[in-house]
């Protein structure tokens, strides 16, 4: 069975800051997705970045980079440059990436607020 | 621009009323998830479907059907509504493979 664990319920960060969210995964499956998704206050889920589990680099979109180490069943979220506006729900999730076992699972979210 | 809609933002209904939640993608999307979210769960599957008919349960089935007659419209069903059925209910639709999944709005659905 697939498992997503976010360790931090709540974080509070100095806007400007660096700021890193926190994301391990668990499967025997090699072959698989991580995805970080973004929930502000208005409820929409605004997909952030992929990775891939044979991606050899890890993956960037603009301030946001997620951190993949593989041996570690890690994918953390690097957010560079923290502003207001990224305060919000964030959560790790992952899918198996072969037919007929591709659904999503969840962790259970990190609410990150910027502080001016 | 890609779009998924669900048919209500707040949905308000009594306790045992027989509850249906619809979505429409039009993306042309194979696969249509139903998640419920509720604070310190993140979201949770309940049911998802492969194709026009097909249905397979997602984590917490239970209390819930779906129906899925069109590719671009996926419904949720609560045959008989309850209390601990009170959350947030949003809709997906993706293709195979590595595209990440498109969200609807969310239901917000209040069970009395």
């Known amino acids: 069975a697939q498992k997503i664990t976010q360790t931090q319920p709540g974080m509070f960060v100095q806007e400007k800051e660096a700021v890193t969210l926190d994301c391990t995964y668990d499967t025997s499956d090699p072959s698989y997705g991580l995805f970080w998704y973004k929930q502000p206050s208005s409820g929409e889920m605004i997909f952030l970045i992929y990775q891939g589990s044979y991606d050899q680099q890890n993956a960037t979109e603009g301030r946001y980079s997620l951190n993949f180490q593989k041996a570690r069943k890690s994918a953390n979220l690097v957010i560079s440059a923290s502003q207001l506006g990224d305060s919000a729900m964030y959560f790790c999730?992952?899918?198996?990436?072969?037919?007929?076992?591709?659904?999503?699972?969840f962790g259970t979210g990190t609410r990150l607020t910027i502080i001016p | 621009d890609v779009k998924v809609t669900q048919s209500s933002r707040y949905l308000v209904k009594r306790t045992g009323e027989k509850v249906f939640l619809e979505c429409v993608q039009d993306?042309?999307?194979?696969?249509m998830f139903w998640y419920r979210q509720d604070p310190g769960l993140g979201l949770r599957l309940i049911y998802f479907?492969?194709?026009?008919?097909?249905?397979e349960k997602g984590d917490i089935p239970e209390g819930y059907s779906v129906s899925r007659e069109k590719k671009e419209r996926f419904s949720l069903i609560l045959e008989s509504a309850s209390t601990n059925q009170t959350s947030m209910y949003l809709c997906a639709s993706d293709t195979q493979g590595r595209d990440e999944q498109y969200f609807g709005p969310g239901t917000r659905l209040t069970v009395t």
């Open positions: 993306m042309d999307h194979e696969n």
């Open positions: 479907s492969y194709d026009v008919k097909m249905k």
């Open positions: 999730a992952m899918r198996h990436l072969n037919f007929g076992n591709e659904k999503l699972t």
